[in-house]
């Protein structure tokens, strides 16, 4: 698990350091040739060439106290950007609202309702941490912790498949304790999926993040008007695809799915269009079991996979505690191996 994490580090390492000193006294230090180029009538958030070797660099931007000077994200509405707090030298991800959103009441209304859950529920060791939100001059941000490791999606793609078995219970573990705590907020996820979850501290947590999809308890009913189904096609639970009322059994689905991404190195349903993927989720055709589609899965964790996944909420875990007991069970013999000993079900 360390080769990843090491991996990440070293092709990022030198991209990632902030001058704080040079880009308050005005200048940009090339990040090719160590020139100085003058920041004045350069536009910030875009890039620029070096007038000495031509090299393209990232402008910063000054909001409040927040130093913008690295893209590392974007989709939806909004980009992300790391970013250097001038106040506690502290570095964090600031989120912002794409121009053309910025006069949208709606879009603009939910970027703050975004923020206004995140700090409520951030309380807990496997959520990320929102600090603060605002408007400076024209934009809308959102300010967390940065958090420093490597997203799930990326990680699993770069051991070219399946994780360590014992790793991804773990992982099941703190996510489950993570989305309790959610709903014990008085909230539903709603946006469990790879992209959202960052592997840390050597692969021994799991941090999920993003709340745009963030649902209040007694908001989780549709208007069957509507025809707009948010989310992940390949991650989301099928009732969302059919409008009807979502609770704890819909995120055990959703994290059935991370789970088999993890141990199978694929999505459990691949399709050329989402609308292709709605329709495997909703009309579920016939699957092999997950032990026969993971030929090494420990079946006792395909059993626990499978009824997850079920396509009907009722035959699914009703409660994310049913699920933990289970997990724990599985990951509790593993961890009697003993260190050294080989903990994948051969």
């Given amino acids: 698990m360390l080769k990843f994490f090491r991996k990440k580090k070293e092709e990022t390492a030198s991209a990632l350091e902030f001058d704080y000193d040079s880009v308050n006294a005005g200048y940009l230090i090339c990040s090719k040739c160590s020139g100085k180029m003058l920041l004045d009538n350069l536009a ?20 409040e106290k927040y130093w913008l000077f690295l893209p590392i994200g974007g989709g939806g509405v909004g980009c992300v950007y790391k970013a250097f707090d001038i106040e506690t030298g502290k570095l964090c991800a600031i989120k912002i609202l794409q121009e053309e959103e910025k006069k949208n009441k709606f879009v603009v ?3 703050i309702r975004e923020a206004e859950i995140g700090l409520e529920i951030c309380s807990h060791p496997n959520i990320g941490t929102v600090v603060g939100y ?3 001059e024209d934009e809308y941000y959102m300010a967390s912790e940065f958090l420093d490791g490597e997203r799930l999606d990326e990680l699993v793609l ?12 773990l992982w099941g573990l703190q996510i489950l304790s993570a989305l309790q705590h959610i709903y014990d907020c008085g909230y539903l996820y709603r946006d469990l999926k790879p992209q959202n979850l960052m592997v840390r501290n050597n692969g021994e947590s799991i941090t999920l993040f993003d709340f745009g999809l963030c649902l209040e308890l007694g908001d989780v009913e549709y208007d069957r008007g509507d025809d707009t189904v948010e989310g992940s096609p390949q991650y989301f639970p099928p009732e969302r695809c059919d409008f009807e009322i979502e609770d704890m059994y819909s995120e055990i689905y959703s994290l059935g799915m991370v789970l088999f991404f993890c141990l199978a190195g694929e ?16 009309k ?34 009703q409660t994310y505690k049913e699920v933990y007991v289970e997990l724990e ?5 593993y961890q009697s191996c003993g260190a050294g000993e080989v903990k994948i079900w051969q």
């Fill in 44 to 63: 910030p958030l875009s890039t620029a060439n070096c007038p000495n070797c031509g090299e393209s660099n990232f402008i910063p931007l000054l909001l």
């Fill in 109 to 111: 209304d939910s970027f």
């Fill in 134 to 136: 605002g408007q400076a």
């Fill in 158 to 169: 770069d051991n070219g498949g399946r994780v360590d078995e014992e790793r991804v219970l």
């Fill in 267 to 282: 999505p459990y349903y691949n399709a050329d269009t989402p609308m292709e993927l709605l329709e495997l989720h909703v």
């Fill in 284 to 317: 579920r055709l016939t699957k092999k079991s997950v032990s026969d589609r993971i030929v090494h899965c420990n079946p006792d964790i395909a059993v626990i996979i499978d009824k997850m996944i079920k396509r009907e909420p009722k035959e699914r875990y």
């Fill in 329 to 333: 069970k599985i990951y509790k013999m």
